[in-house]
């Protein structure tokens, strides 16, 4: 494993180093996130109206994308209250602030846990007491 990061580390350093790519690829960067030499534009924050209309509209794509036997058995089957309805509030709560925030430090937890699973166990506050050499 420590020879294949050596190799991939000198693979990145003799391609980022020489002389006739670094210009190339820092001339494409510019214009990837650039285009036409200007700054990118600024976004404006839709108003209230056109977060709904955005949010029906994303909810209708979705709606389409699900076959109508799914559909049929995930969906209310309620002439009042279609699919499109449903997946409508579905997107309501990925909009909240406050769930996305658990959701993304739930999902990094995760990902850290599986990488090193002695965090679960000990914790920061261990781990570092365990390399100083204080347990």
Known sequence: ???SIRILSNHV?????????LPTLLRNARSALFPNNSPP????????????????KCAE??????????S????S??????????????????GDTYMNKHLIFGV???VVIRL????AELGVEGLMAERLGEV
């Open 108 to 110: 990094i937890e995760l």
């Open 72 to 75: 049929a058995v995930y969906f």
């Open 41 to 56: 534009p600024t976004r404006t924050v839709p108003s209230i109206e056109e977060q709904l209309a955005i949010r029906r």
């Open 1 to 3: 494993m420590l020879s």
């Open 77 to 94: 089957k309620e002439k009042k209250t279609s699919a499109v309805d449903e997946i409508e509030v579905i997107l309501k709560v990925f």
């Open 116 to 119: 090193l699973p002695e965090m």
């Open 13 to 21: 350093q003799t391609l980022l180093r020489a002389p006739t790519l």
């Open 61 to 70: 794509t979705i709606a389409g994308l699900i076959p109508p036997f799914v």
